[in-house]
């Protein structure tokens, strides 16, 4: 039934969005109110026909309808509700829905505020790309042709091979095969939403651009787009930083920007988003840039689809960490892309022609040249990285079956034009506010050229900075900063709501700031005796133990239980053990890691660093394991680290090892009896003392006589202890209580004391007398190691510094664009 | 044609082919140990061998195994982190470094790991995420 409707309501939906888009034609057509009034209704439907959709999937999965392919493939039982929630959008189908549910609502907004001349044609544009959406979703039959792939198909509709529906169609399982453990963190609650909701909103300069076209309107739609644009800008950013922040803190990639595909597609959109947002912005004070506006509108929602595409096509599945498995999707997605490109392109040359010119060409030194010069390099920034992530087709070119280009490519093309970039934004914003010949603005500039000097020679020796592009790129970050500080101290003056330009271009001047100085300063940190060696490998001195030479230096911090070690002669670092309470997930160790200024002065502090199994992929015989790093974040500097390895993690391997040669062998654990003899341990113990055997510290709580259910009917004396068992480094403890008795039988008098299992780990403790004299217990361990195992931890920290300084720019940039949102968007309401 | 017209296109295709020539070097095609002799930062890809001796080695701190190419060569390949998580499962790896004498070096490295039940081609590449050793 949910099966039956589910699909009806996508499919209505999809039929609604069809009519609609036919209906917003006809009303652009003809201007007739009727049909502009039958299509909202039209469009009302399709989003109802998708919420009554979108609920029924988030109920299939939060009742855990395992029939479901999607429910299936994407959760499980004992999924978290934050979790379940997110696995709607945890996959490429419910992903898609979120998408055009978020674009109807904004189609909402813009039924109820765009001006009468554009609105027929935004909406027949906003509404074809849904068609185009939702037919990803569809999941009708044409023959052998289905179209999309339906979030309601059933295991069999969706695996026809897997052995165990072949033998069995209606099989449902027990469990799902459960969310991706990487993508069991909070932000998968809200990084996807937002970035569609970024998706979504991009659409809207496209609509417009294209409502400009076809009603030869060509200046008054900046007007209404530029709030869109910016509001879409705010919300890819706010994504962006999510995906950075999420990727820096739990996945161990080790930094916030990996130049991954996926990362790139929604980056690209941004810059050329931005790119719009900049020549809209010079069109709307002086009428020029029209065409400019126009193509980086289209331009930035075709790189939405673009990129849409690459990750979901399977196209870059060799590439990415993170992009989609192929669904069936590639030739739909193909069509999508072609059709935005081609309608959008194939117009704007179709009216090529009667596009308004420019009379004459912009001075070298006014705002229209300097603005529409700093949205030509965020144009080719972006046009650089789709370059980049485009390789696995483009790279075709050069050679067969090409690999991703090398980080360096995206740094050394990006970099520099950002350095152009940020010269750009102070000459901009010189000359936005206030006309200027040469004379003049040298005579504005030379305040901050003084003071960008000082401040980069300082920041230069400070820094201890040898490299000549570094200190041109400080030269031209700093200036970016103090140029558009001093343009915004002056705005401030005159009226707040001017500063949005000012404020994110100090946002970006501080972004490239930070990225500079967080990833040419990244240090691991590592003990003296570690870094010695890797001086020697460096200096080509050492061979391995097979006599090759080693190149690669070691960056772990190995350290053992309670024994401090100082690493980079800044901290003293300890371990002092590992937790397996309060477990977010199962089989979690939480390591505490304690850091002490090496030289005694200022604060300590704990990082707290996690190794859990992955559920999804690991067996008795084979533990898969995750970390979760721990960061310190630090206004000048974060402690970032993560466990690499640990003894207990190395005894639960050897432990799941020894399980699968017992499978293998089909034999029997080995007897209790047969443990060997050496292992056997003796000791005596009063009560509340405490005594070590191997690496377990074992503690005699209590010991008191059984009174219920003697085991014979004949004991004399029955003594049950409770005795404490706590591995070393581990804060968490069992408890077992073995029993000590006396009986008689045939006129002797005979002991019997099991020994008992110590759980979670092999050996027994066996209670073996009690000393009459002195009231100690003897204790009989067996099966535990007699030489302690010494507890360790392997860790890769690093220092990173100025990574908050990443995040400031960040949010500067937010600030200031939605400082520019609510100018715009006021100026348009009163307008209206 | 206008001065301006000129350096116009100039600069463009400058830039263009510029920047053309600096992406065709820097990707590379996938290759075999052979094949990666003289690279700097070849990709290669192969199937572990399993038969022979691998794992973490707490003394040098690396993770040793040997992997067979596309070819059947087979080397020993040195990856200076822990143990990739889903290694054991992968049945394709892409190790990306260079080769020294008999060993590879990898910086990098990523699974193919197989996905169970699609009937399509759905597998996947993992980048190598930290595992334990």
Partial sequence: MIKFYGEFFINAAFLCAILATIGYFLYAQNDKDRYFKISNWLFGLQGLFLLAASGLLLHIILTHQFNFYYVYNYTSDDLQLKYLISAFWGGQEGSFMLWVLFSTLIGFGLMRWTRKAYRGPVLFFLTLTQIFLLSMVSGISFGDFTLGASPFRSLAEAMPNAPFLQSNPDFVPQNGKGLNDLLKSPWMMIHPPILFVGFSMMTVPYCFAMAALWKRKYNEWVNPALPWTLGANVALLTAIFLGGYWAYVTLSFGGYWAWDPVENASFVPWLLGTAGIHTMIIQRKSSTSQKASIIFAILAYVAIVYETFLTRSGILSDASVHSFVDLGLYSQLVVFMLAVTGIGLGLFFYRYKELPKQKNDSRFLSREFMTFAGAMMLFLIGLVIILGTSSPIIGRLFTENPTPPEVSFYNEWTMPMAMVAAILTVLGQYLFWKKQDGESLAEDLTLPVALTCIITLASIIIGDVRNIYYMVYLLTAWFALVGNAVIMIRLIRQNPMLIGGALSHIGFAVLLLGILASSAYNEHLLDRTTQQYNEAIRSGNVTDEQGFQKTQTVNFLELKLNEPKVVNDKYRVTYEGYTLKNQERPGQQQYRIKFEPADGEGSQFVLNPQVYPMLSSSSAQNIEWSVDPDVRTGMLSDIYLYVSGSSYVQQKNEQAKERARQVRQQTEPAAAGMLDSTKVQKIELAQGETASVGSFDITLKSYSQETEDAPQDSTIIAVRANVEITQRGSDSSTSVYPLFSIYQKNGKNWSYAPPTGIPGHNGTVQFSSVNPSTGKVELTIRGVDKEVKEQWVLLVAEEKPFISVVWLGTFLLMGGFSISIFRHWGRERKKS | ?133
């Fill in chain 2, 1 to 133: 044609m206008k001065p301006k017209l000129i350096i116009g296109i100039i600069a463009i295709v400058g830039f263009t082919s510029l920047l053309m020539y600096n992406f065709g070097n820097s990707i590379s095609t996938y290759v075999n140990f052979e094949q990666a002799a003289d690279m700097n930062s070849a990709h290669v890809v192969g199937t572990w061998d399993d038969s022979r001796d691998y794992g973490f080695s707490m003394e040098s701190k690396q993770f040793t195994f040997y992997m067979k190419d596309e070819a059947g060569n087979v080397r020993r390949v040195v990856y200076p982190k822990s143990k990739p998580n889903n290694f054991e499962q992968a049945d394709r790896l892409v190790v990306i470094g260079k080769i020294e004498g008999e060993v590879f070096y990898a910086d990098e490295m990523l699974m193919k790991c197989p996905s169970k039940y699609n009937n399509a081609d759905g597998a996947q590449f993992e980048k190598a995420n930290v595992g334990n050793s």
